[in-house]
C-alpha cells in the first residue's frame, strides 16, 4: 500500500462548481498534513496548511480526520486558474522531518 | 527576493555521461533536499541535507551523489549508473529549527532531464 493515496482523476468541472479531492494515508505517526497545488510544468507551491480543527482560506477549504486517516479539499465556485494538480503530503518526525508527497489529483475547470 | 534557483532548465545527457544540478537557495534555510518527479508518480526523495557538510540517502539515491560544502547550494550529479535518468528534478529547501511550519517545502523551478 502506498503511504499516501490520492484519485489521480482527472476531475473535470465547469466554473463555478464546487469539488472535492480526497487523500489517504498509512502511517498513523503523521504528524503534519499540507496541499500543494503544481501546474503543468512547473514546481509544487504550498497551498495549504491542514490542521485538526479544519481550516479554511477564501474559497478553499481543507478537513483532517485522524481516526480515518483521511484528509480532504474542498474547492468552492472553481474558477479556470484552479486548474492544476493538487498534491496531498504527510510530514513525520524521523531521523529527519520526512515528507511524502501523494501522485496528485489532476483538476480541469471548464468555461 | 529571497527564493530557490535550479539550472539548467533543461538539460540532455549523453549515454555514460554524468551531469550536474545546480540548486541555490538564499532563504537561510538549513535543510534541503532533492526529488525526482514521474508522469503520474509522486515525487521521490533522492538525497536530502539538514545541515552543511553532511547528507543522506533518501528513498532512490542509486545513481545520483550530492555535496553540501555550502548552506545557500546544493548540487546533484546525476552519473552514468542511473540507467533512467529522464524525468522531472525538483530542489527543494526548508527551516530545520523545531517548531510549527518547518516541514514545509518550498521549490525551485526544476530540471527536466532528457537521455540522448
Known amino acids: 500500500r502506498k503511504e499516501v493515496e490520492q484519485d489521480p482523476g482527472p476531475f473535470n468541472v465547469p466554473e463555478g462548481a464546487t469539488v472535492a479531492f480526497n487523500c489517504t494515508y498509512s502511517?498513523?505517526?503523521?504528524?503534519?498534513f499540507f496541499w500543494y497545488r503544481q501546474d503543468c510544468r512547473k514546481e509544487p507551491k504550498l497551498l495549504m496548511s491542514?490542521?485538526?480543527s479544519g481550516n479554511e482560506d477564501g474559497r478553499f477549504t481543507a478537513q483532517l480526520n485522524r481516526a480515518s486517516q483521511y484528509i480532504s479539499l474542498l474547492i468552492r465556485d472553481s474558477k479556470l486558474s484552479d486548474s492544476a494538480t493538487y498534491l496531498c503530503v504527510v510530514a513525520m518526525k524521523t531521523s529527519y522531518d520526512k515528507v511524502i508527497f501523494g501522485p496528485g489529483t489532476s483538476l480541469s475547470v471548464i468555461p | 527576493d529571497g527564493g530557490i534557483t535550479q539550472s539548467p532548465k533543461y538539460l540532455f545527457r549523453k549515454e555514460g555521461q554524468n551531469v550536474t544540478l545546480s540548486c541555490e537557495q538564499n532563504?537561510?534555510?538549513?535543510?534541503m533536499y532533492w526529488y525526482r518527479q514521474d508522469p503520474g508518480q509522486g515525487l521521490r526523495l533522492i538525497y536530502y541535507?539538514?545541515?552543511?557538510?553532511?547528507?543522506q540517502k533518501g528513498d532512490i539515491a542509486e545513481g545520483y551523489s550530492v555535496s553540501r560544502e555550502k548552506k545557500e547550494s546544493f548540487p546533484l550529479t546525476v552519473t552514468s549508473a542511473q540507467k533512467n535518468p529522464t524525468a522531472f528534478y525538483l530542489c527543494?529547501?526548508?527551516?530545520?529549527?523545531?517548531?510549527?511550519?518547518?516541514?514545509?517545502?518550498?521549490f525551485g523551478p526544476g530540471t527536466r532531464l532528457l537521455v540522448l
Open positions: 502511517n498513523s505517526a503523521s504528524q503534519s
Open positions: 527543494a529547501s526548508s527551516t530545520s529549527t523545531s517548531g510549527s511550519g518547518r516541514e514545509t517545502q518550498y
Open positions: 541535507s539538514q545541515i552543511v557538510n553532511d547528507f
Open positions: 532563504l537561510n534555510h538549513d535543510a
Open positions: 491542514v490542521y485538526s
